[in-house]
């Protein structure tokens, strides 16, 4: 059988087992085994084993889990609510202040954990609640908790931008740094939309006042005093200097990713112990369990997608892919258009996880020869998977907030979300325009890079 024949029943296998309802790492290990079997020499099945484990044996990696481990520690302790309360406490005044401070919040916490799942339940349990009981419409509400999540893949420590480096053999650092700009920029826009979209609520709810005399909680005010104000932020302000310490201790050379990741996790423990008593067995459990459940998770989807990218590299698709693409001698732009709309078909199915160790022997390639910045592509996948977090019919930030707030019809938490992929889509373009929202950073800070 041809390349050709091989990379499309390849594919069609891939989407059989997906289908069939198996766990994606079984779906991909299951297919590239299958493969491995039918076309490559009998001993390789006996180097399955070895083949994983030496895909796998990255000290990059290694930061995974502990990464999680530090997102776990305060997403099961208090740290995401009293985060969240403080910054609403010092928002409150700002029209729309309530969901300026859930998306605040939700790139803080984004910024300590590296997980979206993590970031839209511990503040989405807090926020949701709070939002709908002063007025904020359900749709509203959910839609500014499950697209401020998004920013934990593109926010540093990002688990999404780890794989990405190394799928692209790129600096996991200048990757990071490459995330601020952006994750800032998304910041801003979401910031602005709840204003927008709270003044249009406001406006609705006192024209029905006037005309009806019937109040609504959203013409409601809270009120803090200074003392309130200043009262919430002593069990905050550690959590955001164990931030502060993680950033520097890694961007100024001091230590590796996992030497930050180990580092960062043993001061959340610590601290939640310290500020929440949370120290003995029985507290430690949760945080331990979802530790152990979402890295055995991600590392066995990381494992069997890398396993599946050395049988599609062995068996010369995807070289045969990118040199397919490479001849259509596309102007470089609409090359860029046709692989952002391919992550954005596939992120109807897959998670970013396996989008990235799936496509990056494909499409990094044809970029590289089309001279693109590979750090800034980074960054603007990842903006394009962070929307398929959010739209059907995977949409995992969507079912996380259905289990946070299961009042919310799913038709409302889903059109609540529309507005926030086009502000994603207008970043990318913002990125396109002016690629140094992503690049002036890590140039700045460790100095000029090829990109390539």
């Known amino acids: 059988m041809t390349v050709f024949g091989i990379g499309i029943s390849y594919g069609l296998a891939t989407l059989?087992?997906?289908?069939?309802?198996?766990?994606?790492?079984?779906?991909?290990?299951?297919?590239?085994?299958?493969?491995?079997?039918?076309?490559?020499?009998?001993?390789?099945?006996?180097?399955?084993?070895?083949?994983?484990?030496?895909?796998?044996?990255?000290?990059?990696?290694?930061?995974?889990?502990?990464?999680?481990?530090k997102g776990a520690a305060i997403g099961k302790s208090r740290a995401g609510q009293d985060l969240y309360s403080a910054l609403h406490a010092w928002l409150h005044r700002v029209p729309g202040g309530l969901g300026v401070a859930n998306v605040f919040a939700c790139a803080l916490f984004a910024a300590m954990a590296g997980s979206s799942p993590a970031t839209c339940s511990a503040i989405g349990s807090a926020g949701i609640p709070e939002m709908r009981k002063r007025g904020y419409s359900g749709g509203f509400a959910a839609g500014i908790i499950a697209a401020g999540g998004t920013l934990g893949i593109l926010l540093p420590p990002s688990i999404t931008m780890?794989?990405?480096?190394?799928?692209?053999?790129?600096?996991?650092?200048?990757?990071?740094?490459?995330?601020?700009?952006?994750?800032?920029?998304?910041?801003?826009?979401?910031?602005?939309?709840?204003?927008?979209?709270?003044?249009?609520?406001y406006a609705m709810a006192k024209a029905a006042y006037d005309a009806t005399g019937k109040d609504a909680a959203i013409l409601q005010r809270d009120e803090f005093t200074m003392a309130e104000r200043f009262s919430a932020l002593p069990r905050v302000?550690?959590?955001?200097?164990?931030?502060?310490?993680?950033?520097?201790?890694?961007?100024?050379?001091?230590?590796?990713?996992?030497?930050?990741?180990?580092?960062?996790?043993?001061?959340?423990l610590g601290l939640i112990a310290v500020i929440y008593s949370v120290w003995k067995p029985s507290d430690l459990s949760p945080i331990l369990k979802s530790t152990i459940r979402e890295s055995t998770m991600l590392m066995l989807i990381i494992g069997m997608s890398l396993?599946?990218?050395?049988?599609?590299?062995?068996?010369?698709?995807?070289?045969s892919a990118a040199e397919a693409i490479v001849a259509m001698h596309l102007p470089r732009w609409e090359l860029l258009f046709a692989i952002l709309v391919m992550v954005i078909v596939l992120g109807f199915f897959l998670p970013p996880v396996s989008i990235i160790l799936m496509t990056a022997p494909i499409i990094l390639p044809p970029l590289r020869a089309a001279e693109f910045d590979i750090i800034w592509f980074g960054v603007v996948m990842t903006i394009v998977m962070e929307m398929g977090l959010i739209h059907p019919p995977v949409g995992l930030n969507i079912f996380v907030i259905r289990n946070v707030a299961p009042d919310i019809p799913?038709?409302?938490?889903?059109?609540?979300?529309?507005?926030?992929?086009?502000?994603?889509?207008?970043?990318?373009?913002?990125?396109?325009?002016?690629?140094?929202?992503?690049?002036?950073?890590?140039?700045?800070?460790?100095?000029?890079?090829?990109?390539?």
């Not at 890694?250 to 930050?260: D, F, K, M, N």
């Open 16 to 69: 059989f087992a997906m289908f069939s309802g198996m766990p994606i790492a079984f779906a991909l290990g299951a297919v590239a085994v299958v493969f491995m079997a039918i076309y490559m020499p009998a001993a390789s099945l006996d180097t399955v084993t070895q083949n994983v484990y030496e895909e796998m044996a990255s000290i990059t990696l290694l930061s995974i889990p502990l990464f999680i481990l």
């Open 410 to 452: 799913l038709s409302e938490v889903i059109w609540g979300t529309l507005p926030f992929v086009l502000l994603m889509m207008f970043a990318v373009l913002m990125l396109c325009f002016f690629p140094e929202i992503s690049t002036a950073l890590p140039n700045l800070v460790m100095g000029p890079d090829g990109g390539r």
């Open 307 to 319: 396993l599946y990218s050395y049988v599609m590299s062995y068996l010369h698709i995807s070289q």
């Open 237 to 268: 302000i550690p959590f955001v200097l164990l931030l502060t310490g993680v950033m520097i201790a890694l961007y100024g050379g001091y230590a590796t990713p996992s030497e930050t990741a180990g580092l960062g996790g043993l001061l959340a």
């Open 162 to 201: 780890i794989l990405f480096a190394v799928a692209a053999e790129k600096s996991l650092g200048r990757l990071f740094l490459a995330g601020i700009g952006p994750g800032l920029l998304l910041v801003s826009l979401f910031g602005f939309y709840a204003v927008f979209r709270f003044r249009k609520e």
